[in-house]
């Protein structure tokens, strides 16, 4: 039968192991050889984009790389989503939405109005835009543009 | 109650269930929110609501910790605490500090990381705070000739609570490592030294409940912590599946969160054969309902509920959904929440002398709240799977979704208003318990 020394030393050898190979992996997985984060083409604007991101917390109400609160849009390919859905605009559409005086409410639900100038907005954008080119083992495509359905079957689910 | 140091303790849990009631507000102004009822969004936006909801939740479970820390460690290492003065000061010092953050939150005074919101100037007042109380806890147990397990674990868990708050404080500029280190702080306290903290509080109460012998129980702690951090800490990897790093995360986190159950199937199984094997029926029953609830409860919404969406083929489309709050909702409430709740019913009637061990309110305030969150629980979780399916398999548009299952958010108001019924009879009961006195010393020994 299993003795309280025994136990102890399950529980502090245990922790030690696991403990060290999650360094480990931490370690490698942030290493530059295997980096899928497209690290190097973060811009001083990226940068004022995540500080504006972070400092209104986004976050509250929006989901980045599915973290985030529920309650607005995922947005990390959204640059891509509205380009689809207004024709090539969706920067521009995004610019308007952060610099509006009045709060955005599409279908009744809604957005603090930030009133940002034209520079903080196109922060913002920089930064989506580098969020959207990340590599995220294939929830980028669950989220993005191309949705798991096919345009025709849509057409079915509308009929 | 042995020591009369053992009172502060009363003025944590106090602060807890001022706090849990605020926190249960502002729950209810996002649920409102959700079903169109944004009266409020020019004073209290959802952003802020749900930063005010998360962090005060955050806080009244550490208050609570604190306070069964006070109660529990002088009791252990049978002495007073070295210093109750500045035990108030901590007290004093954590309420003020939390008002801030809270009331800053109205004013877009934040850090915008979820769950780690608190402002920078303000997490530099958190780790003194916390400083303090440590020093205060290992000082009481050190200076001590007895260092139980129990007490060692609890310490243990505090301590490491607060060292892992410190990468949350590191600056970077990509989100994906800012995401990285988020999460050691968030996913290792609650999956990994937060469970010692449970472990060394169910253990304590299980000793004084059940009259178990300590090597029994202290024995079997070892284990359940042991298996908590062998399955916790690779287990963080699900939260890197998605947010871009290496694929080696599917696998290492899709195996160990595989067996992040065991850990608290384990901590189930214990509790209740502990009860069973116990021949001393201590008359406070309510201290054994939620302790041997707490236990049940955390296997169902951590460990079952967790392992639900944590495979990486399931959180492919579940991840960033209402799946995660319905995992969120009933793992808090039972790993977290309900062991304060053991901790506060047990230690109230030994501080204040009056051994309010039975009432029906009591036995309400259990039913409704469990039965209550476990709907909402359920109402959160047909809303997320609803949502996979028309937004992540469907492709419809994120609001029409919304539109779609805000019915479901009736529900979970429905529920919430169960739950909150059973939390303010709770608060009845410790309100009626009345102050801590000096005289319930004597009434024990």
């Known amino acids: 039968m299993l003795s309280k020394k025994q136990a102890r030393a399950f529980f502090l050898g245990g922790t030690l192991v696991t403990f060290l190979i999650f360094i480990g992996l931490t370690v490698f997985s942030l290493s530059k050889e295997v980096d899928q984060t497209n690290h190097g083409n973060i811009t001083a604007e990226v940068v004022r984009g995540k500080e504006i991101w972070e400092s209104n917390n986004c976050m509250g109400c929006h989901t980045i790389l599915g973290e985030g609160a529920y309650y607005a849009p995922e947005l990390t390919k959204v640059v891509d989503r509205l380009n689809q859905k207004y024709d090539g605009n969706g920067e521009q559409v995004i610019k308007s939405i952060l610099m509006s005086q009045g709060p955005w409410q599409p279908n009744g639900r809604k957005m603090v109005a930030y009133g940002m100038t034209e520079q903080e907005a196109s922060d913002v954008v920089a930064f989506f835009k580098w969020i959207g080119e990340i590599d995220l083992n294939g929830f980028g495509e669950v989220v993005g543009v191309d949705r798991k359905i096919s345009p025709l079957a849509k057409e079915k689910i509308n009929n | 109650m042995k020591y009369k140091s053992q009172k502060v303790a009363y003025w944590f849990f106090a602060l807890s269930m001022l706090l849990l009631v605020l926190q249960i507000?502002?729950?209810?102004?996002?649920?409102?929110?959700?079903?169109?009822?944004?009266?409020?969004?020019?004073?209290?936006?959802?952003?802020?609501?749900?930063?005010?909801?998360?962090?005060?939740?955050?806080?009244?479970?550490?208050?609570?910790?604190m306070g069964a820390a006070y109660y529990i460690i002088p009791e252990e290492a049978q002495k007073e605490l070295v210093s109750v003065k500045l035990a108030y000061v901590q007290l004093i010092s954590l309420a003020i500090v939390g008002v801030i953050a809270v009331v800053g939150y109205h004013f877009n005074y934040?850090?915008?990381?979820?769950?780690?919101?608190?402002?920078?100037?303000?997490?530099?007042?958190?780790?003194?705070?916390?400083?303090?109380?440590?020093?205060?806890?290992?000082?009481?147990?050190?200076?001590?000739?007895?260092?139980?397990?129990?007490?060692?674990?609890?310490?243990?868990?505090?301590?490491?609570?607060?060292?892992?708050?410190?990468?949350?404080?590191?600056?970077?500029?990509?989100?994906?490592?800012?995401?990285?280190?988020?999460?050691?702080?968030?996913?290792?306290?609650?999956?990994?030294?937060?469970?010692?903290?449970?472990?060394?509080?169910?253990?304590?109460?299980?000793?004084?409940?059940?009259?178990?012998?300590?090597?029994?129980?202290?024995?079997?702690?070892?284990?359940?912590?042991?298996?908590?951090?062998?399955?916790?800490?690779?287990?963080?990897?699900?939260?890197?599946?998605?947010?871009?790093?290496?694929?080696?995360?599917?696998?290492?986190?899709?195996?160990?969160?595989?067996?992040?159950?065991?850990?608290?199937?384990?901590?189930?199984?214990?509790?209740?054969?502990?009860?069973?094997?116990?021949?001393?029926?201590?008359?406070?029953?309510?201290?054994?309902?939620?302790?041997l609830g707490s236990a049940i409860v955390s296997f169902v919404g951590a460990g079952l509920l967790g392992f639900a969406h944590t495979l990486p083929q399931t959180n492919l489309y579940t991840h960033g959904t209402l799946v995660t709050a319905m995992h969120g909702h009933l793992a808090f409430w039972g790993a977290y929440a309900m062991i304060v709740l053991a901790i506060i019913s047990y230690s109230l009637p030994n501080m204040t002398g009056r051994k309010l061990y039975e009432s029906a309110s009591g036995r309400a305030a259990f039913w409704l709240s469990n039965i209550g969150m476990i709907g909402m629980t359920v109402a959160f979780g047909v809303a997320g799977v609803a949502q996979v399916y028309l937004e992540r398999k469907f492709g419809m548009e994120f609001m029409?979704?919304?539109?779609?299952?805000?019915?479901?958010?009736?529900?979970?108001?429905?529920?919430?208003?169960?739950?909150?019924?059973?939390?303010?009879?709770?608060?009845?009961?410790?309100?009626?318990?009345?102050?801590?006195?000096?005289?319930?010393?004597?009434?024990?020994?």
């Open chain 2, 25 to 65: 507000t502002y729950g209810f102004i996002m649920g409102f929110a959700r079903i169109g009822f944004d009266n409020l969004h020019d004073f209290i936006p959802f952003n802020t609501a749900r930063a005010v909801h998360t962090n005060l939740l955050v806080v009244w479970l550490l208050s609570g910790f």
């Open chain 2, 400 to 445: 029409a979704v919304q539109k779609e299952i805000s019915i479901h958010f009736v529900v979970l108001i429905l529920c919430a208003t169960m739950f909150t019924t059973g939390i303010v009879l709770y608060i009845i009961d410790f309100y009626k318990h009345g102050k801590p006195t000096d005289e319930a010393l004597e009434l024990n020994n």
């Open chain 2, 110 to 291: 934040w850090e915008g990381r979820k769950f780690l919101e608190i402002p920078r100037p303000l997490d530099y007042l958190v780790v003194v705070n916390v400083l303090l109380f440590l020093g205060l806890i290992l000082t009481t147990l050190f200076t001590s000739k007895r260092k139980t397990t129990t007490a060692l674990v609890l310490s243990m868990g505090l301590l490491f609570a607060a060292l892992l708050y410190l990468p949350g404080m590191l600056p970077f500029d990509s989100q994906v490592t800012d995401s990285f280190f988020r999460w050691w702080v968030v996913h290792l306290w609650v999956e990994g030294v937060w469970e010692l903290i449970m472990g060394g509080i169910l253990s304590f109460l299980l000793i004084k409940l059940t009259g178990v012998d300590r090597e029994v129980i202290e024995k079997w702690l070892y284990v359940i912590v042991g298996l908590t951090f062998l399955s916790g800490v690779l287990g963080t990897g699900h939260h890197y599946y998605y947010i871009g790093v290496n694929k080696i995360w599917l696998v290492v986190g899709g195996i160990f969160s595989a067996l992040e159950p065991l850990a608290f199937l384990a901590m189930a199984l214990f509790a209740v054969n502990m009860y069973r094997k116990g021949e001393k029926k201590h008359p406070n029953k309510l201290a054994l309902y939620w302790t």
